[in-house]
């Protein structure tokens, strides 16, 4: 059974650095590039962030490019979602899967509240 356990979000500040984790579990993690998903109050769901099976190429959504850094680790298999300078804007809930969502599956999410 495919499972996403997302971790990490919590209450910040504007400008302060956060990271998220993704524990997975019931397919070969090593196999799939996967990518970050958010979903900000009222609006639909949005790709974020990819990271290829291996790691070595990313790829990401304009918004969040040079702020937001994706990585991976194939041995625990981990995927992460490291965030500097937060802003306003990040405030949403934050979903891993494997790229395209092959499992029609999603996680619950964790929730990141950006405020001042």
């Known amino acids: 059974q495919v499972q996403f356990l997302e971790s990490g979000g919590a209450l910040a500040h504007p400008g302060e650095p956060l990271t998220l984790s993704c524990a997975t579990s019931g397919f070969t993690f090593s196999e799939y590039g996967m990518s970050w998903y958010r979903q900000a109050p009222g609006k639909e769901r949005e790709w974020v962030a990819r990271?290829?099976?291996?790691?070595?190429?990313?790829k990401y959504a304009d918004s969040v490019k040079g702020r937001f850094i994706i990585s991976r680790d194939n041995e625990k298999n981990l995927l992460y979602l490291a965030i500097r300078n937060l802003e306003p804007e990040d405030t949403a809930v934050y979903y891993c899967?494997?790229?395209?969502?092959?499992?029609?599956?999603w996680g619950q999410g964790t929730l990141v509240t950006v405020s001042s």
């Open positions: 990271i290829s099976n291996g790691g070595l190429n990313t």
């Open positions: 899967n494997a790229a395209g969502n092959p499992f029609n599956y």
